[in-house]
Each structure stands twice: as structure tokens, then as C-alpha cells.
């Protein structure tokens, strides 16, 4: 790879203002492809997914899916957009062997949904709009594979095998129009957008939006301009960045190798990058077609799509609680500062700590599980929180146990990490390991005056008034115990025993 000269980031910015465009593509989680009735399931044999119509055969005609449609029209009520009484498809006229039809089926200058905004939160709870140009549908091509390349790319490779079952799956495009006035927080702006865009696209339940399966991917567009300036300068797009700290260092590497460019005296190609992920370095793609060669035109096999505005405003009403507002109101109703519910949300704890007050425990216990002692178990075993092999209404029952005075947090914890390793639910770990806190009086009364017993020395410094020292007769309670007792109590019952007064 040839060394690309950057300017440090704080001299880009220094000098120039950067300008963003981004284009996030989302596969839809419909059944069936967007044209015909073919399955989109992941994962089957290569090709087992076709038909005429996807092929491109000569006679097919596509049929629009309808779940595909009303998908589109909920992201852009969602996006604030307004929804077109009647538009249509178009052909988008290239050659590429991933496309059998040698044309991509989208749509051209009728998009369903344009002129909106998503109003995203920055980490220090700043509110950032972008504003939305357009979305509109379109379908996803085949999948090609490189054989012989050391890269996985075509250069090198000795052949290439293609699959079909992707050509066809629906994709809604979304645009955005150019982000200005970010200036130094612009990587960070791309990121929260798509963070954002992602969980409202979960949440209207249209896509899993999983963008390390590729169902949902970002083209960052990104140009500079000097301060104090309006026109444009040169840009270039990244394309399919996928992960959300991908679309944060595209941005700002291609933000540090425009400035050294236009700084050296130079001039920026308009060309598509790619991004390489071991060293979030960007390389020139190709030279970026103009839109004119794509020869769109609107096509002749489909009829337009006519919303009507009942049905969208039937849409609009059933629309869930956007995430931002959501992860507010959680906020407020959880009493967490905006630095905690970014962590928890960070975390990806959310859902997780709703669903474990929905089975009852209350919030702050949740979050405590959630946040403390599973999120280090998460960690330590690599994997994410609802990865973790414990439920929502288990923890629930184990923030009942503490609750109810059956646990404390040390035994809590253990019943956590038998449920992790598979031993059954909280009780039947409880059950099974003999873990009860000893609250038997008569049980934790021996158990004391053993403890006094054998330790006679501190036991008279403590009736001489060196209280401190009673930590030592507690150890040694629950020791014995096995940690089984509840040390407050423990405490209380030698001093009592002692004769000695805490004040
Ligand atoms: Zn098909």
C-alpha cells in the first residue's frame, strides 16, 4: 500500500471546513426479494435463491413487494420526510457482472421520501441535525468472489464466482444533504448519525440493520473548503464503510489527506475510496461516473407507486417512540446522568435493563447487574451483553433474592456466575450450591460466641473501647458461615454480646 501524506488533523482544521455527505444503504427484512417472490434468507446455497426475474431473464416482470413500500414510507415518516403522492422507479443503466439485468432497478428524481431531518445526540448530549434530502428504494445486486487475489479483490485474481440470491433484495437508500458547521466534530457527527439511523431503522422493526452482516452500510462523502468560503470543494466518497468506528475514521483520515493535498498545491480527484479497516487508511477506487452515464430513465415494467395519504397517515400513527426520545425518557425515569445513560447505551444495555424491570426488579437494581457485575463477565469472555447466557427475568430474580433478604450481593453473585455456567435458573443454583444467607438467630448466635471464644485478645480490646477491631470477629464469623450471614447483623450481635455500644 503506498503511504498517503496526511496534515495533522488540528492543521486541517485549522484551515479548512469539512463538508459531509452521507449515503446509507439498508437492506430490508422483508421474506421476499423486492421485485419477485424469491427468499432473502441468509445463508442459502449459492444461486438457490433466483428466478427469472432476478436473473434478468428475457420476458420476466418484476412485481413490487408491498411490505418493501410501506418499509420506505415508515423511514421516512420517521426521518421527518415528506412521502410523494406518486413516483416511480427507474433504470440505472451499467454493466456489472454482480447485475444480470445490466440495470439496477431505484429510483431516479421521484424518490418516495425526501426533504426530512434526523436529530442526532453527540456524546456531550449536544443536539446535531442533519438534514435528510431523500430516501428511496431500490434493489441490492449479487455477491462476487474473487478467487486467487491475495486481497480478496478482483486484481490478481485468476477467476470470479458469482452469486445471485442477493440480486433483488430490497435496499432503501438514504441521503443526506451536505453536513455543514460540524467543523472539528464532524467524524463524530457521521458516527452518532448512523448510530442513530440505525436504531431507528430497529426500531421500526423494517431491518435487523446488522451492519457487520453488510444489512446495513455507509458511503461517507467528504470534502473541504477554506474557511470563510461557500462553494464546495472536490469530494470524495468512501464506500461501504461498516461499522460505526469505520465511518468515524474514514472521515477523519480523508479530512487529513484532503488538507495535505490542498495544501501541497494539489487538486482532489472526485473518486471513490476504499477503507481499510487494519489501518483506517483510505485508497482510491475509481474515477466516480457522473450520474448522467447511468442513462436513468423511469421503467416501463413497473407502475408508479401512489401512497395514499390515508395509508400514510395510518403509518405515521402507528409509528413506535423514537430511540432518542426513548433513551430521554428512560433517562429521566431510571435518574441517570447523560455521561451514565451513554455508557448504558454504549454497552448496548438498554433493552436489556427495560426488559429486566419489566419482570419486575426495580431500575436502578437493573442497571446495577447489567452495568457491574455482567458487564465484566461480558468482558472478560469477549462477548456482547445479550450475548451473556442469563435472561432479563433472571436477573430479576436475583435482585428479588438480595430484596427479599435470601441473598446478599457476594452469595447474588454467585448465583449469577452459576447461572452463567449453565447451572439452571437462580434457584436451582441457590438450591444446588446450599447458598442462603444464615439469618437463623440461633445459628448465627453460636456461630459469634465461637468466634469470641477463640479470639479472647480481640474480643477485650473491643469491651476496652477499640470497636475498630470488631471487623476482625465479623471476618471470622463469616468465615464460618461462608459468607452465608448478613454481616450488619453479625456486627450488631457481638457488640450486643460484648456489651459494647457502636457511638
Ligand atoms: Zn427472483
Not at 23 to 44: N, Q
Not at 88 to 114: C, G, H, L, V, W
Not at 370 to 378: F, H, P, Q, T, V
Not at 467 to 478: F, I, N, P, S, T
Amino acid at each position: 500500500m503506498t503511504v498517503t501524506e496526511l496534515l495533522s488533523y488540528d492543521a486541517a482544521l485549522a484551515a479548512y471546513d469539512p463538508v459531509m455527505g452521507l449515503e446509507v444503504h439498508v437492506e430490508l427484512g422483508t421474506k421476499t426479494k423486492m421485485f419477485c417472490g424469491c427468499s432473502t434468507e441468509l445463508g442459502a446455497d449459492a444461486n438457490s435463491q433466483t428466478c427469472p426475474t432476478c436473473l434478468g431473464l428475457p420476458g420476466s416482470l418484476p412485481v413490487v413487494n408491498a411490505i418493501g413500500v410501506e418499509s420506505a414510507v415508515k423511514i421516512g415518516l420517521a426521518l421527518n420526510c415528506e412521502i410523494a403522492e406518486w413516483c416511480r422507479f427507474a433504470r440505472k443503466n451499467y454493466f456489472y457482472p454482480d447485475m444480470p439485468k445490466n440495470f439496477q432497478t431505484s429510483q431516479y428524481d421521484e424518490p418516495i421520501a425526501f426533504n426530512g431531518y434526523l436529530d442526532v445526540q453527540l456524546e456531550d448530549g449536544e443536539i446535531f441535525r442533519v438534514e435528510i434530502e431523500r430516501a428511496h428504494m431500490e434493489e441490492d445486486t449479487g455477491k462476487s468472489t474473487h478467487i486467487g487475489g491475495a486481497t480478496g479483490r478482483i486484481h490478481g485474481a485468476s477467476h470470479s464466482l458469482l452469486d445471485y440470491n442477493r440480486a433483488g433484495i430490497p435496499l432503501i437508500e438514504i441521503v443526506t444533504k451536505p453536513i455543514e458547521g460540524a467543523g472539528e466534530r464532524a467524524p463524530e457527527v457521521a458516527k452518532a448519525y448512523v448510530a442513530e439511523l440505525r436504531e431507528l431503522i430497529r426500531a421500526l422493526g423494517v431491518s435487523e440493520a446488522r451492519m457487520d452482516k453488510g444489512q446495513m452500510r455507509c458511503d461517507v462523502n467528504l470534502s473541504l473548503r477554506p474557511h470563510g468560503t461557500t462553494v464546495f470543494g472536490t469530494r470524495s466518497e468512501t464506500k461501504n464503510v461498516n461499522s460505526l468506528r469505520s465511518v468515524e475514521r474514514a472521515a477523519r483520515f480523508e479530512i487529513q489527506r484532503h488538507a495535505a493535498v490542498l495544501q501541497s498545491g494539489g487538486t482532489i480527484v472526485q473518486e471513490t475510496r476504499h477503507f481499510h479497516e487494519d489501518d483506517g487508511s483510505t485508497t482510491s477506487g475509481r474515477i466516480k461516473d457522473n450520474a448522467e452515464d447511468y442513462r436513468y430513465f423511469p421503467e416501463p415494467d413497473l407502475v408508479p407507486v401512489a401512497p395514499s395519504r390515508a395509508w400514510v397517515e395510518e403509518l405515521r400513527a402507528g409509528l413506535p417512540e423514537l430511540p432518542r426520545v426513548r433513551r430521554n425518557r428512560l433517562r429521566e425515569e431510571w435518574g441517570v446522568s447523560e455521561h451514565d445513560m451513554q455508557s448504558i447505551l454504549n454497552a448496548g444495555a438498554v433493552d436489556l435493563i427495560v426488559a429486566t424491570t419489566d419482570a419486575g426488579a426495580p431500575a436502578d437494581q437493573a442497571r446495577k447487574w447489567w452495568m457491574g457485575e455482567l458487564a465484566r463477565s461480558a468482558n472478560e469472555a469477549g462477548v456482547s451483553l445479550d450475548e451473556l447466557a442469563i435472561t432479563p427475568a433472571q436477573v430479576a430474580r436475583v435482585s428479588a433474592l438480595v430484596a427479599s433478604g435470601d441473598l446478599n450481593d457476594k452469595l447474588a453473585r454467585q448465583v449469577i456466575e452459576g447461572v452463567l455456567a449453565g447451572e439452571g435458573d437462580p434457584d436451582e443454583v441457590v438450591e444446588k450450591r446450599g447458598l442462603k444467607v444464615v439469618s437463623d438467630e440461633g445459628a448465627l448466635g453460636t456461630a459469634v460466641d465461637e468466634a469470641i471464644a477463640s479470639n479472647a485478645a480481640i474480643a477485650d480490646k473491643i469491651r476496652g473501647g477499640k470497636v475498630a477491631a470488631v471487623g476482625a470477629l465479623v471476618g471470622a464469623v463469616m468465615k464460618a458461615t461462608r459468607g452465608q450471614a448478613d454481616a450488619a447483623r453479625v456486627k450488631e450481635l457481638i457488640l450486643e454480646r460484648l456489651g459494647v455500644s457502636e457511638g
